[in-house]
């Protein structure tokens, strides 16, 4: 058996997986079916295990998500095609790479210098079309807000009001809220400029969302 027909026999097995643990959007399942994760780890040896529902470490003591994650995320944001979704913490490329293969438009902020060049050019080679930004997640992208969804892959302390400010009335943010102990996966819909209703998906594990750049 080829490799390539060896690893979509596993993105097909972990597809059923992921409908098993409940993730019903059928966009979000076949995003998952098409891409290619194990492109996306930087070590080779690794790539044995990318349809493994686990997290595994890429670059800069970072991790890619465990699918499941990237999953619900991504299922959370109820995303449309050709939506602005802005994306804080690039990393792997992986969760940017979901949501541009479901026709959404892709803004994507990393804060780790390394990381930022690895995944931009991982990116590029891939043919995956997403604008990304060398930067500080708390601040957001403003020359190209208001977006339509925002997802934040890393475990914020704290609501940024810079980011509720560059969402559009009727958008939704995704957010793990929390800090190393404790964190509660969030879905936020913007009701007006003032009014936002929240609500709790559970307990989650994010590496932490930091300011500046590294």
């Known amino acids: 058996m080829s490799t390539d027909i060896l690893f979509q026999a596993k993105r097909n097995e972990l597809v059923a997986q992921l409908e098993h643990k409940g993730i019903y959007d ?8 098409t891409l290619p994760r194990h492109d996306f780890f930087t070590d080779s040896t690794l790539r044995q295990f990318a349809y493994e529902d686990k997290a595994y470490p890429i670059d800069a003591g970072q991790t890619i998500s465990q699918p ?3 999953a619900l995320q991504t299922q959370l944001l109820e995303v449309k095609p050709l939506e ?9 490329g992986y969760q940017a ?4 293969t479901m026709g959404a438009r892709v803004f994507s902020i990393e804060r780790q210098k ?3 060049f690895r ?10 079309s997403v604008e990304t930004f060398f930067g500080d997640g708390f601040k957001g992208c403003p020359p190209y807000a208001p977006f339509d969804k925002i997802i934040i892959t890393a475990a914020a302390p704290f609501v940024p009001r810079t980011l509720l400010d560059q969402l559009k ?14 964190q ?3 879905q936020i819909k913007k009701l007006s400029e003032t009014e936002f209703e929240q609500r709790d998906f559970g307990s989650c594990r994010f590496v932490p969302m930091l300011a500046g750049i590294a």
Do not use: W
């Open 114 to 116: 390394q990381l930022f």
């Open 119 to 128: 995944t931009k050019e991982l990116l590029h080679r891939l043919n995956i």
């Open 169 to 182: 009335v009727g958008g939704i943010m995704v957010v793990p809220l929390g800090d190393d102990s404790v």
């Open 84 to 92: 602005k979704i802005l994306e804080i913490g690039t990393g792997s």
């Open 26 to 33: 059928t966009a979000v399942l076949q995003a998952i079916q």
């Open 97 to 100: 790479a979901i949501l541009r």
């Open 184 to 186: 509660i996966l969030m």
């Open 68 to 70: 499941y994650t990237v």
